[in-house]
């Protein structure tokens, strides 16, 4: 009885230090959420980038959101995948987020990673929440291609669901880390695309595949670092420094917008613009004198509130949203520091992109206006300045969100119709006492008209008197209290009364019903 008793008390004893299925599965769960190998991740660290995990807790609020297909790949030593997808809150709000793990096989992507990124993708936009790419990828994994690349069931259905979502609801890429061949073009077909300086690159071929193709010799910065990216090639709309600042912008961004197409931009509350000079004090009378846009902007909106997209791309054109009295707006307006704020085909490109989103997710758009027209020249002719130019006008003519178009000062020629002019149909045209809209300004006008008269006089200073008076004389016609008295403006508005000008239109815009044109396809210009 002693023994027989003895024995089972050792044997309970062994049953009961046998691991459970849920030991099991805390020790799987646990050893999945560290990523990859402890060599990796110090690497990552080193490096002064956040493991995946971090960004996401550091993301979401109290760090909290909940995963899919954590274990997928678990049993061959690579966790999720190399991918995390991952549903919580920000700013009190759902998103979805899909984010490389780089210390997993160098973020890469496997046969299981495209099938649990197109689900989440599929999840996100049936409930109607944004969705966020945290990229850190070496990109696809060529022993795997024969999964995941020819046919169907492959890939390339990423790129496909990002281009049905596109504009129903809000898709933002941050690049922390590579983002080569294909997978460069999932920041290409987002809204926007926040880069880190000295971290991010995006290419479709390495450096060393340029040599051996091309024979050219480049650097990886040079072929397609951050601040290129930003630049020179517009990939990239936002340069930050480091990951929290990315995680930063991104929050900042989604809070102009809706979560989803069939929702109203959000309204937060309202604060006065910073202090400063005075609208009226910012513009100068003179044409020809140059004055910081910018400053412009900051003394109209709610203080805190700009953030320019593009903002390092084609300068002359300034784009970015802002609050007005807590009302979320997107701005288009031309900075005459920069190549004298003309319209040329990059920023043509930008400002058409910038109305696109803004038209997708309901968020009114104002223009400030102070252009002397599109850039000429056989080099612009070259690039192709009418075709990009003309992608830009077909924006503004499509565009149903409430538009408001205030001249701030020259409105010249193609480009007051760029920046939605009157004949471009916007809610409002707005002129401060400084605006001078015409075909064509005074000197050029006078050039044109007079040309033959011009150049048959002598006398040098006869010659400068008779175009003076002309000058002039052109110069009154296109008064801004004419252009009114003409009826060609909504109102004529003091400067210094223009916030609250456009607060109160912007009120009763947004009642309006929105009503696309009937038709299948619009023909863009490329």
């Known amino acids: 009885m002693t023994h027989t008793a003895s024995a089972q008390t050792h044997s309970e004893g062994e049953r009961a230090e046998a691991p459970t299925v849920h030991d099991v599965l805390a020790n799987q769960t646990e050893s999945a959420r560290l990523g990859g190998s402890e060599k990796n991740r110090e690497k990552i660290k080193a490096a002064g980038k956040m493991l995946v995990r971090e960004r996401l807790e550091f993301f979401f609020d109290d760090g909290e959101y909940v995963e899919d297909g ?79 690349f020819v046919g169907r069931h492959a890939w390339g259905n990423i790129f496909y669901n990002q281009v049905q979502i596109s504009g129903r609801v809000p898709q933002v890429c941050a ?67 480091d990951d929290t600042e990315a995680l930063n912008a991104i929050r900042v961004w989604l809070s102009f917008l809706p979560p989803n197409w069939e929702s109203q931009a959000p309204v937060a509350p309202a604060t006065e613009p910073r202090d400063g000079r005075r609208l009226s004090e910012i513009v100068p009378l003179r044409e020809a004198e140059v004055f910081d846009m910018e400053e412009f902007i900051e003394s109209l909106v709610d203080e805190g509130t700009y953030f320019p997209y593009k903002e390092l791309f084609a300068q002359e054109m300034i784009t970015a949203f802002a609050r007005i009295n807590g009302q979320p707006v997107g701005l288009v307006a031309n900075d005459p520091r920069h190549m004298g704020g003309v319209i040329f085909p990059d920023s043509s490109d930008k400002a058409a992109r910038f109305i696109w989103i803004c038209n997708a997710y309901n968020v009114p758009i104002i223009f400030l206006v102070d252009i002397a027209g599109y850039m000429i020249g056989s080099e612009v002719e070259r690039q192709g300045i009418i075709r990009h130019g003309a992608k830009m006008i077909f924006a503004v003519s499509e565009c149903r969100v409430p538009r408001i178009t205030v001249l701030v000062r020259k409105a010249y020629g193609g480009g007051y119709l760029a920046m939605s002019g009157a004949p471009m149909h916007p809610d409002a045209v707005i002129a401060l006492p400084t605006a001078r809209p015409a075909l064509m300004g005074p000197d050029a006008a006078v050039n044109g008209v007079y040309y ?65 044109v009937e038709r299948r396809q619009a023909v863009t210009p490329v």
């Open 175 to 241: 690049l922390f880390g590579p983002s080569p061949a294909g997978s460069a073009y999932v920041p290409a077909l987002c809204d926007i695309t926040i880069m880190v300086r000295g971290q991010a690159t995006a290419y479709l071929g390495s450096p060393r595949l340029a040599e051996m193709v091309t024979g050219e010799q480049v650097t990886l910065e040079e072929m397609g670092g951050a601040e290129m990216h930003c630049t020179v090639s517009g990939l990239g709309d936002v340069l930050v420094e």
């Open 70 to 148: 954590l274990l997928a790949r678990f049993s061959e030593g690579m966790p999720g995948d190399a991918v995390v997808c991952a549903y919580g809150n920000v700013d009190g709000r759902q998103v979805c987020v899909i984010a490389n793990d780089y210390s997993v096989k160098a973020g890469t992507w496997g046969k299981r990673t495209f099938e649990k990124i197109t689900f989440a993708q599929e999840t996100a936009v049936a409930a109607g929440i944004p969705i966020v790419y945290l990229f850190d990828s070496a990109g696809a994994r060529i022993d795997e291609q024969f999964d995941s």
């Open 452 to 516: 033959n008269q011009i150049h048959a006089i002598q006398d040098d200073d006869e010659r400068r008197e008779f175009v003076a008076a002309k000058q002039a004389e052109y110069a009154e016609g296109i008064d801004v209290f004419k252009i009114a008295d003409n009826n060609a403006v909504e109102a004529v508005v003091p400067s210094d009364q223009l916030r609250e000008e456009l607060t109160k239109r912007l009120r009763l815009y947004k009642k309006r019903k929105v009503v696309p």
